[in-house]
């Protein structure tokens, strides 16, 4: 039923650990099914996609960007005869490291750990910071207590490559990459009319020409598109006139929308607060939760990483209130009570 470029569940590269088959569902079903039963997903519900802590509840989060990014991709891999399920569960996984607040967490978490580098504090940690490169550590190392969800390596190749230099080895994780950019560009257009940061008469009328001028013209251009210059071939691509015009539009949102003063108003308090709780916990280790505090490796170069990357871990797993609530507690003096 499949096209001969689909990745067939049969032909798996396995889990790092071995599980028996289940009689009625295939190994990327099962993947899919771990991803949308554990904490990190969950917590997506509460994490910033692009406006912090949006006055209204029609604005979009971490977790329906997730969704609108899972039900774009199985659309475009049915149309295709690619593997649904597979495509499903990288577009469920893709984000499960993203942190509070967006990419500004993301950017925050970054400098901290350019800064910690300066320092010389801890020679080998880590000194940067991949929300792409951390979603693939949850579904590894952090999920399930430490065990991980055990997922294929398909699945966690496409989480991987979903944005970045790295490429996915199967078309699934490529339909993904680029219906994630599909996803954000037009939801984050939907949001920033809401928020008054953009009218509709200032998106760039080149651009609305080739892909349409509302967000469901220009989802079905962009799919429509991609599953038409991609049928019966190896690759997952757009049309070169669809695709500089999705580009075009993205460019444009970065200038108007995500670097724009409105938009970008609350970030250095975000970002501001993000490394503050990093720095706290790594001068104080003993207080992050035990299922963060990874085991060290031999020696004391090995017990520097796990230090580091155990407050990585935690300040990236966090939602944006538990964070707002964190630093509320550690570094806003409390009312007396008398």
């Known amino acids: 039923m499949l096209s001969p470029f689909a990745a067939f569940s049969a032909d798996t590269k396995g889990r790092e650990k071995q599980r028996s088959l289940d009689d009625y569902r295939t190994e990327f079903q099962r993947d899919r099914e771990r991803i949308l039963h554990c904490k990190s997903f969950r917590r997506l519900s509460h994490k910033t996609q692009v406006f912090l802590a949006p006055e209204g509840d029609h604005y979009r989060t971490r977790m329906t960007h997730t969704l609108e990014v899972a039900q774009i991709a199985r659309s475009i891999a049915r149309n295709l005869a690619l593997n649904e399920d597979l ?43 991949n929300h792409a490169q951390q979603s693939l550590r949850v579904v590894e190392e952090l999920e399930y207590e430490g065990a991980g969800l055990n997922l294929c390596w398909e699945t966690r190749d496409g989480i991987l490559g979903h944005s970045g230099k790295h490429m996915p080895a199967t078309l699934e994780g490529q339909i993904v990459r680029i219906a994630d950019r599909i996803a954000y560009i037009n939801h984050d257009i939907d949001d920033a009319l809401r928020a008054g940061v953009l009218s509709q008469e200032c998106v760039p009328k080149e651009y609305c020409k080739v892909l349409g001028n509302n967000a469901p ?24 006139r669809v695709e500089e015009a999705m580009l075009g539009l993205r460019s444009y949102l970065f200038k108007n ?17 993000v490394k503050a709780l990093f720095n706290y916990y790594i001068d104080n280790i003993e207080e992050v939760p035990r299922e963060y505090r990874c085991k060290p490796d031999k020696g004391e170069d090995g017990q520097q ?6 407050c990585i871990d935690f300040v990236a797993g966090m939602t944006d209130r538990y964070a707002l609530r964190l630093y509320k507690d550690l570094f806003v003096p409390a009312s007396w009570h008398l």
Do not use: C, N, W
């Open 87 to 129: 495509t499903e569960a990288v577009a469920l996984g893709h984000d499960l490291g993203h942190t509070p607040f967006g990419h500004t967490g993301e950017s925050a978490l970054d400098e901290a750990l350019s800064d910690l580098a300066k320092e010389a504090r801890f020679p080998d940690a880590p000194t940067r910071f």
């Open 305 to 310: 990483v796990e230090h580091v990357q155990s």
């Open 217 to 240: 013209e220009r989802i079905t251009t962009l799919v429509q598109d991609m599953i038409e210059a991609s049928a019966g071939k190896d690759r997952i691509e757009l049309s070169p």
């Open 257 to 273: 929308v995500y670097l724009s003063e409105r938009a970008k108003a609350e970030e250095p308090k975000a970002k501001g607060l």
